[in-house]
């Protein structure tokens, strides 16, 4: 899959909600909760551009959602990963590995010269 | 548990909808306050941290909810989509369990939709497709009109007048058809051309595509010999040679040279191969001589009708100062160019086109019968569907995905017909629409058929689901009791519909079917069998071996002796106006002494020109007088012979051999009054079906210098004469095609129009006996199939086998009967719209009437005999035991 420079943001986005839901379903405020703690704080996002996100990957049918009730009892929305969005994270995957090995190739052979 | 959910979703709308998504973004913030509470923030900071993290709600809400909404779209398709996949799924499992009805309606939708859209592939062609040329729907034919109201070629003097009518007409082109040989580069051939004026081409809209038009200097009396030829004839005859303009080819002997080659779609007249320039070759000194077609072009914002009002008057403005006759214009036609193209044969396509949908009706009502039946077999099944809560809507839905299963299959099938049909139809319209040269399958036709299979698949569908569906459960515990009363009568009212179609179409097959054995029993007035024909252009002229007429009379002469002095010869003549063969001029004669002499009403009577041993050889019968001599020539007494038709016309009871005949403007030569000498019986000249007309015939040795042919009366095979009339031919004058036939052919030929019109209509007749046959049969064994019970009960007490069997042909007696009756009076309203295919024939003949209710009750007979005599087959003990 080609990267696609502007939607680079959307795209990883997206990437790290699939990767998250793929430990199992969970609600909004879950996700941006988990991304938060597995990058240790270091993409700092508003949290409310989650939703967008969320609404066109279900629309894509990668993820699928369900009314449940959260520990306390209030009613929430639980997204799932789907078949569908499990084929694409493992492409997205593949590709994310190989474009991070080939910039800090670079990175290296940049520092090899000085 | 997602279906429901997305279900419950769909079903309440777009305000939950809001609501969830204002729930989901709620919950987050909250919990969001919540964490940051719990890290120890006060409520009111804690509410302004989480809010600025959070980002702007309503934005996000408006984003998500512009997401969401383009899902649903796409949602909702899929589920259609869904829906009538399913269907589809569920209608083929049912169809393919009951694979009979499946394949009979198929076949029958086949047979219906494929004889209509053949049809439709001509009425496509000839009312449908554009012209080649640019604004086609602008393009007149303009006719002068005869005092009797018929349609004249437009006279010299008056095409050059009108041609300065440029308010009406901005471009007008005349034209007039001629045919030239071609003795170069192949064997010598009949090429057919046209003079055309120089603004001929533009009011066709079209260029060369190589070379040019006609100059301004090549189009005027007395300009160079030029020739314009089309790119049919340039691939065919020089190989599409780019240099050939400029070059000199040769027609008719005479050198000509070629200055541009025009593209296929320039094809006017049709088949013209060359073109020539007009203007060489107008006189522009008659208003009588009716020698050219004319085409134009309307001016922006006059219509044909103001054109017609206006040349009209200009016309009548212009023959002011003629002596009124037969010939003088008395105004002008104006014709939309498709309309004169299309001609008669508007009519004759509509007719068939509307045949070929009382077939396609009959199909339609088969099918629904069919499925009415299969309707009430299936009342057990509607009555489950209903009873589980099925609505009426998805019971109709299901009968109508059924039939349209079988329909859209049909059609498809009907379209490959068409196209088999349509093969076969190509050499008729070539016939008789010369300007249509291909039936295609275009997008257009494709649609029409599938409209047909749509149109019959939800019209046979809708009445026996409404029905099905409107019974009560009960009917499921009743059933074979009352149930299929209503259903019954509705059968047999199909039933009689048919028969009464079928009725329809076999008297009309019938009736152009007698009236083309009648066209064929007709006498000529002249005998054909024996007779071999062909052309005898002998040309004067520079380089010809014939320069002067009286080389030409000369050479008729030896040509004659030869063939009279080859074996088996019986008899041979030449003559101008071979019956079905030639053309056959015809004008205003004189006869002494009697007004038509000194300006009073004219003499109309055919030309014709003979060798003295002319009605001999046609054993055409001489009734008083006697025939031309050998002593007839040049300096002797100037003579004629007429026709019977002649005398009763114009004599009485005088005797003819007390007048003399003049015939003037025919031709170039002086015009003495010729005594009648003798009188010959009619005979039918231009084609079997006009009676006979007036004639007055010269000899050829003293009216010298017309285009002639050759027949030839001999004991030998038919082929044998041919092949050595041309060797004759070849040795007279090598450069001139050689074009015999057997004269039995071309009378043969002459029919082919009416010929194809029977053959067609007879196949359509003959389809809608087939399908109406099947309809009964199938309705007849329905009905033996319900009443199984009760035939085994009957059998079992000891009925014979005749009763049982009469018993099943009465219950289609009745709806039979009654369709006879509707078709014999649909016959005679319907007729006739035929009155113009008729030859001696009336539309409510009562033999044709009373042929195709014979044949149509036969057929039937033996269709609801087929399936009635079945019964008694039926084994009483099985069909006891049966339910």
Redesign the interface.
Known sequence: MPPQPVDLLQGTLEFLVLKTLSWGAMHGFAIARWIRKATDNALEIEEGALYPALHRMERKGWIESDWGVTENNRRAKYYQISRLGKEQLRREESSWTRYVSAVSKIMVAARGQT | ??LR?RLFRLATGRATHAS?LA???T??L???IEELIGEGMDPVGARREAER?????YR?AK??QV??A??RG?TRRTEHMQRLLQDIRIAARSLIRQPGFALGGVLIVALGIGASTAMFTVLNAAFLRPFAYPDADRMVYLWEMSNKGTRMSVADLNVTDWSTETRLFPRLGYFSGTQVILSETGDPEYLRGAYVSRPFADVLGLKPMTGRWFSEDEARKGGPPVVTIGEGLWRRRFGADPSLVGKIIHLDGEPVTVVGIMPRTFNFPSDADLWRPAEQRIRGTSRTAHNWRVVARLAPGISAETAQRDLSAATRRLVADEKPDDFVATGALVIPFRDQLLGDSRKVLLLLQGAVLLVLLIAAVNLTNLTLARAVRRQGEVGVCLALGARRGDIIRRFAAENLLVTLTGGAAGLLLAGVLRGLMGSWIARMLPFVKDLPLDPRVAGFAMALAVLVGLASSLAPAWRASGGLLTFTVTRGGTSGRSSRRLIDLLMSAEVALAVILVSGAGLVGRSLLRLSGVDPGFAVAGRAVMDLPLRTGAGSPTPTEESVALAYDRLLAEVRARPGTIAAAITSALPLWSDNPNGSAQVEGTPSANGGPPTVADFRIVSPDYFRTLEIPLRKGREFQESDVVGAPYVAVVNEAFVRKYLGADDPFGHRVRFPGMDSGNDPWAAIVGVVGDNRQDALVNQPEPAIYYTYRQRLGWGHALVVHSSLPIESVLADLKTRLAAVDKSLPFTGRAWSDVVHDSLALPRIRSVLLGVFAAIALLLSAAGITAVVAFAVAQRTREIGLRIAIGAPATAITMNGVVRAARPVLAGLVVGVAGALALGRLAGSLLFELKPGDPVTLLGAVGVTLTVALVAAYVPARRATRIDPLIALRAE
């Open positions: 548990m997602r959910g969830d729930d989901e973004l919950l987050h909250d919990l969001l993290r959070f980002g702007d709600r996000i984003t998500v997401i969401d383009r899902a796409a």
